[in-house]
């Protein structure tokens, strides 16, 4: 009887063993499928990842010609100017020359002057309202070669041709510093008339600019409502330019 229940005992010693055994190695097959999914699971994310930012690159290089995609966190952003106001056809001729600026600066930035001819038109048009595009196509004729500098030239004539130039020079030569206007806002407003004026006409190339300066000059000391300014001004010699 003794012997059987060793012989129990053994056999009971030997079953707990397996059982053990099969519970370890069942245990290591789930850490390593737990591993194995994790890892898979990581592989997915990261190619998820790499690919949106693959989209993220290619929608900036469609929108503002950003160039190459690169990861958010590499690349630095850039600013970039608005584009220009809409351009209507009751625009005076200093303010058509502002807008141009802001045209010249965006165009400049979104490298417009590399894509087609027809889109650059069609960039250009886009800041016409719907008169002056009526405008562009019966009065000033603008041919299809024709690229947006040559076409803004021909809208600057047009206004050039409507308003009377006589008008700039009488509102140039009468315009004095008002109260309480400071000599920096009065400098440019002169400047700004002089511009629309197109007080030399560029007659006489070789002395443009000493033109335009000694007439800046003699409008500026003549308008400034400071009598002791204007008097030491005009001991100066030779002549302060602005």
């Given amino acids: 009887m003794k012997q059987e229940l060793e012989e129990l005992r053994a056999e009971n010693e030997k079953l707990r063993a397996a059982k053990e055994q099969q519970d370890s190695s069942s245990s290591t097959e789930d850490l390593t499928t737990l591993v194995r999914m994790l890892a ?22 469609q929108l503002g010609r950003a160039g190459p995609s690169t990861p958010a966190t590499a690349r630095r952003s ?35 002057t590399e894509l087609p001819l027809e889109d650059q038109q069609a960039l250009l048009r886009g800041t016409f309202s719907l008169e002056m595009r009526d405008v562009l196509k019966h009065i000033l004729d603008a041919d299809n070669r024709d690229t947006p500098d040559e076409i803004l030239d021909k809208v600057e004539a047009n206004i050039r041709k409507k308003h009377n130039i006589l ?46 300066d000694r007439r800046l000059t003699v409008r500026l000391i003549s308008g400034i409502t400071d009598e002791e300014v204007r008097t030491k001004l005009l001991a100066m010699n030779p002549m302060p330019t602005p």
């Avoid at 920096?184 to 033109?211: G, P, T």
Wanted: overall charge negative; hydrophobic content about 30%.
């Fill in 78 to 112: 850039t600013p970039k100017p608005p584009s220009p106001p809409m351009l209507n056809t009751s625009i005076t001729l200093a303010k058509f020359r502002s807008w141009r600026d802001s045209w010249n600066d965006y165009s400049r930035v979104y490298q417009i």
């Fill in 40 to 61: 898979q699971q990581q592989q997915a994310s990261q190619q998820q990842l790499t690919e949106s930012q693959q989209q993220i690159g290619q929608l900036l290089t």
């Fill in 167 to 212: 008008t700039d020079l009488v509102e140039f030569d009468l315009r004095k510093q008002q109260p309480g206007e400071s000599f920096e806002d009065y400098l440019v407003a002169i400047k700004k008339l002089a511009d629309a004026a197109d007080l030399v006409d560029k007659h006489c190339n070789d002395c443009f600019k000493e033109c335009i």
